[in-house]
């Protein structure tokens, strides 16, 4: 304990985040697993106690079960499936789209100052607004999803995008034009590499809001995958498998943040400033 | 002329999008793309009647209430668990696993536990809106410059002085970071706790002028929506500059040196 102390205590000034610094103490974990089995354990008793009706709350263990006979289903894979295939094509896109144009933009100040006021404005309006157009044009099908997750994902990988073209350093440009080298070339060796770090937090930022807003395209439109399987369940009574159904979401969110956390350790492994990342 | 040029790169393109727009929409007739003209005259119809009180108003008062309320419990459970270390260490796991569950699945659960009531909708709001800010809190107490931190103690500063003069403002940067995330996160919850079950509000109208294909009164929906997001970048960004401000010098200072 006091170890961990006199390294975050040390290193704060710096403005370094040195969690991850390597040797942490196994008794940090043992307590993080006894919150998690604290929480189940509540969870238990509330409505086995009758604080809460079992009915709407079914108890902890109840929920587990009905996961792991989920796990088993084949239906429940697929619904997994769509909600994937809707939320990578969905980011996929929708950094493809971002990437393209925040380079474009971002190269240029002219273009930059006259977008501004447009990405700004266009920026913050919330993507559920499209759902009633979503289901207007595509009707419960995946595109409605896709139509909704683009929307989200883009503006979040883009505005990163254009604080990393910003960033790159004029002496490495212009020595870089002084080499001869042409624009594609700088674009690649030069913007690329010091774009990179602020799009991994881009992408890493849109893949969390990316399943948000497919869950969400799910629930509320219909289009297939998890989402429309737990509104049925509720809809259906099916209170115990529902809730599993939320659990699965929550560890598929885990799954994700560990995923992109480790794309984005893979992809800077080079970089010095991996762990001075922009904080948004 | 510095004021002009300025005002131009701003009103530009937006100025070229309605135009195309115009353009496009003109002579002929699009189902799903009104004119310029039709979607305003809509808007002023629509929104400034009597669903200006009986919809919009109220939708407000749940998304401030909610997040108002989000805030309040994030910090003050931040501060708490981010001053705590074994309870720090007790609960992050868990509030991690909170966290990374997509917020729009809560609906149908909260819907179970209380009912379609205004209640739930706010409850919908702060359940997904606690968790940036609570998390961030953390994360930034737990980041309090050590020397200052040593210096505090030193001089017996203690209690709640330590959380008002030390804790609080050097943890306000990243609990703005956390704000700005549930801001947004708050107005996509109140749209999707109306239109998922719900009589009333902006959610409900917008799906219902679509389910009725009033597409004109259906854009003017979303381009509300749209202006309460802009108003609600704006406002942050106001209150952000205004009590980050000695942040924002400091960072200067320092890239300056």
């Known amino acids: 304990m006091s170890s961990d102390a006199v ?44 604080i809460v009706d079992e009915r709407y709350l079914p108890p902890a263990s109840e929920v ?33 789209l971002a990437v393209l144009l925040g380079f474009i933009i971002g190269s240029s100040s002219f273009l930059r100052k006259a977008t501004n006021s447009t990405v700004e404005f266009l920026r913050p309006i919330p993507s559920v607004a499209l759902i009633p157009l979503a289901v207007l044009l595509f009707g419960v099908k995946i595109e409605s999803s896709l139509m909704l997750i683009t929307y989200a994902a883009f503006w979040q990988v883009l505005i990163q995008v254009l604080y990393g073209v910003a960033d790159v350093d004029m002496v490495a440009n212009n020595t870089a034009k002084t080499y001869g080298l042409g624009w594609m070339a700088r674009i690649r060796y030069v ?23 497919a869950i969400t395209a799910e629930l509320v439109i219909g289009s297939p995958g998890l989402g429309r399987e737990i509104a049925l369940a509720q809809s259906g009574g099916a209170i115990s498998g529902m809730y599993a159904l939320v659990l699965a979401t929550g560890l ?17 492994s080079w970089h010095s400033s991996v762990r001075s990342e922009v904080i948004v | 002329m510095k004021v002009l040029k300025t005002a131009a790169y701003v009103l530009a393109l937006p100025v070229l999008l309605v135009l195309a727009w115009w353009v496009s929409t003109l002579g002929t007739v699009n189902f799903f793309v ?53 309870l720090r260490a007790l609960l992050e796991p868990t509030l991690e696993f909170f966290r990374a569950i997509p917020p729009p699945v809560l609906v149908p659960v909260l819907i179970l536990l209380m009912g379609i009531t205004d209640s739930m909708k706010i409850a919908v709001i702060i359940s997904g809106c606690v968790w940036p800010v609570l998390l961030n809190t953390i994360e930034g107490v737990r980041a309090v410059d050590g020397v200052l931190s040593d210096s505090a103690h030193t001089y017996g500063i203690d209690g709640w002085a330590r959380v008002r003069y030390l804790v609080l403002p050097s943890a306000s940067p990243q609990i703005l970071a956390g704000v700005r995330q549930s801001l947004s996160l ?22 219902q002028f679509q389910r009725s294909f009033a597409i004109p009164e259906m854009w003017s929906g979303i381009v509300v929506l749209g202006l309460l997001g802009v108003a609600m970048s704006f406002i942050f960004q106001w209150a952000e500059r205004n009590i980050l401000r000695w942040y924002h010098g400091q960072k200067e200072v320092e890239n300056a040196a």
């Open chain 1, 7 to 50: 390294a975050s205590g040390g290193s704060a000034p710096g403005g370094g985040r040195s969690r991850r610094s390597g040797h942490k103490l196994p008794v940090k974990q043992l307590l993080g697993v006894v919150g998690i089995i604290g929480f189940l354990g509540t969870w238990e008793l509330i409505p086995r106690l009758g």
């Open chain 2, 34 to 86: 009104p004119t310029p003209a039709a979607l305003v005259n809509k808007f002023g119809e629509v929104w400034f009647g009597p669903r200006f009180f009986s919809d919009v108003l109220p939708s407000i008062a749940r998304l401030l209430i909610g997040v108002v309320a989000a805030i309040v419990i994030g910090v003050v459970g931040g501060v708490l668990i981010g001053s705590v270390k074994w």
């Open chain 1, 252 to 268: 598929i969110g885990v799954l994700i943040n560990v995923l992109m956390r480790f794309i984005e350790k893979k992809t800077l």
């Open chain 1, 191 to 213: 913007v690329f590499p010091t774009a990179l770090p602020y799009l991994m937090t881009g992408v890493r930022l849109a893949a969390t809001v990316a399943l948000v807003l």
């Open chain 2, 186 to 207: 708050g107005l996509i919850l109140m749209v999707i706790s109306e239109m998922f079950a719900s009589s009333s509000g902006l959610g409900f109208t917008i799906v």
């Open chain 1, 64 to 96: 587990i079960a009905a996961l792991a006979l989920d796990f088993g289903l084949a239906a429940f894979w697929v619904s997994v499936g769509e909600t994937m295939k809707a939320w990578f094509l969905g980011l996929a896109i929708a950094v493809a």
